[in-house]
């Protein structure tokens, strides 16, 4: 029920919006919203007319007229309400035109989104309310539910971190939510090595006098929309009845592994023409599961997203092995006269003629790795006719004996296996509260086989953080485990009678 965001705008931009200044209101059909106002130059409000005109207009109503009181004395107030009818749905436009004795003409756009119901399949599509706030971005889907894939939506950003784009603070509006009813605490964090560092901005309010949880401009139950990051990189989070959401999905991942992953969409804001707005971008939540997206809309400025590659850390140069060792089963350490490993251009190519394994010099503790890799042709004795095989060994203590196959917890690579955890050297890890059994070799089998066709490229992912450990394939989370035996260590990649070929190795450590 606020004035378009867009005019807040019009003073920190030059682009030319084109956009009419408008109010905004929701409600459900059959009832009213709540009521806004304008304040009019004149202290004679017998003078005033007012006149609602447009293709809707019998679903917005003229309250009063008055004069207004204290400072205001000199002006009056004309207050006006959003009341669909019990058959309007969706959105409703009309047009303010107010004018009388010693007044200058003006209009105003008039703007509504009526819902049938509370909550469930009743509520505004996310495009519907960036529609009505004549946001012209592309969201990529229409319909009120979607999916929660990690997949780029429309114009969605792969960036989940900020800085300041500029002098004075960052702002942070709500414009939507269709969520359950409750309090909501909101606000920004900072990435540090316990996790994320939550600094609360303020409280989106409870559904009391009016339903602020199915809302257009919900209400502050306390807080502000402003705060000031200095120079330091951030994300955003909501703290729902069931738990956090982070615009980072390594921190849902990592901390709420039966709740969506991929828990924001992040967009650029552009007009109704489609201009770019600078430094201005959407986060859209998803506490659920049903991929809306409107449970938590805010609209963010004064931003600059951080690129997501920059946050991490290239481990395999790209010609040489610096920071690595080799190890194979028959010739020790360092000894690899027929390039069983090579690297060039930054591809890794392991032959897999025989047992053996690249390893860091350094030990890692928390940490986000990502690589790809892809299968060769050749297979080697014993193993022609099994299923190719590899993997990432992690945790392997600094001073552990190199060996086949070091004390480690291992994320599986191996056709339609890959991201099993095998706990190598009697470690261990609780998967759904299940703790494997002590052995030289255990394997617990990960949930969903989301491997690529052979020739292609997959994405693999290790989260460890404190204890838990998450394998992540092609952007889906396949394995879950806690209180990890091991929580720190070296990292090797495997060569194991299989063709396979790494790339874009890379490591961003939470520290």
């Known amino acids: 029920m606020k004035t378009s965001f867009f005019f807040l705008l019009v003073s920190l931009i030059t682009v030319k919006l084109n956009a009419q200044e408008g109010y905004y209101f929701s409600s459900v059909q059959g009832q009213t919203s709540k009521t806004d106002s304008i304040i009019v130059a004149s202290k004679y409000p017998n003078a005033i007319k007012v006149k609602i005109f447009g293709e809707h207009t ?31 749905n969706g959105i409703s436009r009309a047009t303010l035109k107010i004018n009388g004795k010693g007044i200058k003409s003006f209009e105003i756009g008039l703007r509504g989104m009526a819902i049938p119901a509370l909550e469930g399949k009743n509520e505004a599509a996310l495009a519907s309310v960036l529609d009505l706030l004549d946001i012209g971005t592309d969201i990529g889907w229409t319909s009120l539910p979607h999916h929660t894939k990690a997949e780029l939506q429309g114009e969605e950003i792969e960036a989940s971190l900020f800085k300041k784009a500029s002098a004075g603070d960052v702002t942070i509006t709500p414009i939507a939510r ?24 303020g409280i989106l309010a ?19 929309t402003a705060f000031d990051p200095k120079e330091e990189t951030f994300g955003f989070y909501v703290v729902s009845h069931t738990h956090n959401s982070f615009t980072e999905d390594i921190w849902n991942m990592i901390n709420f592994p039966n ?17 770019l707005i600078k430094n201005s971008y959407l986060v859209c939540y998803e506490e659920a599961a049903n991929g809306d997206y409107q449970d938590y809309v805010f609209l963010i400025e004064n931003v ?28 020790g350490l360092n000894n690899d006269p027929e390039h069983i490993f090579s690297v060039s251009d930054g591809l890794l190519k392991v032959v897999g003629k025989e047992m053996g394994y690249i390893i860091t010099d350094k030990v890692y503790k928390n940490y986000h790795l990502k690589l790809q890799f892809k ?35 291992e ?53 460890s953080f404190n ?6 394939v092609n952007g889906e989370v396949v394995n879950y485990g806690t209180n990890a035996s091991l929580k720190k260590g070296k990292i090797l990649l495997q060569s194991e009678f299989a063709e396979i070929y790494y790339k874009d190795v890379s490591i961003r450590e939470f520290n």
């Open 178 to 201: 269709y969520s359950p009813p409750s309090i909501i605490p909101f606000g920004y964090y900072l990435p540090a090595a316990e996790g994320p560092e939550l600094k609360q901005v």
């Open 375 to 409: 299968w060769g042709e050749k297979r080697w004795p014993p193993r022609l006719d099994m299923k190719r095989d590899s993997g990432i060994c992690y945790h392997i203590p600094e001073n552990e004996v190199n060996k086949i196959w070091p004390h480690s917890i």
């Open 304 to 331: 600059t997203p951080v690129e997501s590659n920059s946050l991490f850390a290239t481990m395999l140069q790209p010609n040489d092995f610096k920071g690595w060792d080799k190890f194979l089963e028959s010739k």
């Open 259 to 275: 709740r969506a992953a991929h828990a924001t969409r992040i967009y650029p804001v552009k007009n109704k023409e489609g201009i």
């Open 58 to 88: 019998e679903n917005f109503k003229h309250l009063s007229t008055t004069i207004g009181i204290g400072e205001n004395s000199e002006n009056s107030v004309v207050k006006f309400i959003f009341e669909p009818s019990k058959k309007a």
């Open 411 to 463: 994320c599986q690579i191996q056709e339609s296996d890959t991201g099993d955890f095998w706990l190598i050297g009697h470690s261990t890890i609780e998967v759904d509260g299940k703790q494997n059994e002590p052995m030289a070799y255990s394997s617990m089998v990960k949930s969903k086989d989301n491997e690529k066709p052979k020739g292609e490229w997959n994405t693999v992912e290790v989260l």
């Open 206 to 224: 409870d559904s009391e006098d009016f339903h602020e949880h199915q809302a257009l401009y919900p209400e502050l139950e306390s807080g502000k």
């Open 467 to 472: 204890g838990i450990c998450v394998h992540i």
